[in-house]
């Protein structure tokens, strides 16, 4: 059993800093592929930015160059790191793993980018 729990989130000013944490319990396996999601309000779920137990990252287009996505498995941790954000990047985000097939998610943290 995997679960996935989210922290990080908040209100911050736009060009400010945050970071994200997903804190997996069972542990993270050397297959795992991890990521994070994020839903505004009216949207789509859609991509941020993903890693793979090789440690090849990919981040959409919106959010390259300004966020970093890390894994510290001795802590069992994902993290997102979010520098000079922007309005647009308000949103709910979601911690997401892949296990074999299997996705498993968290139940989200508010990102909310405001003056």
């Known amino acids: 059993q995997v679960q996935l729990v989210e922290s990080g989130g908040g209100l911050v000013q736009p060009g400010g800093s945050l970071r994200l944490y997903c804190v997996v319990f069972?542990?993270?396996?050397?297959?795992?592929?991890m990521g994070w999601y994020r839903q505004a309000p009216g949207q789509e779920r859609e991509l941020v930015a993903t890693?793979?137990?090789?440690?090849?990252?990919h981040y959409a287009d919106p959010v390259k160059g300004r966020f970093t996505i890390s894994t510290d498995n001795a802590k069992n941790t994902l993290y997102l790191h979010m520098n000079n954000v922007k309005p647009e990047d308000t949103a709910v985000y979601y911690c997401?793993?892949?296990?074999?097939?299997?996705?498993?998610w968290g139940p989200g943290t508010q990102v909310t980018v405001s003056s």
């Open positions: 890693l793979t137990p090789e440690g090849k990252s």
């Open positions: 997401n793993l892949v296990r074999q097939g299997w996705n498993y």
């Open positions: 069972g542990s993270i396996s050397a297959r795992d592929v």
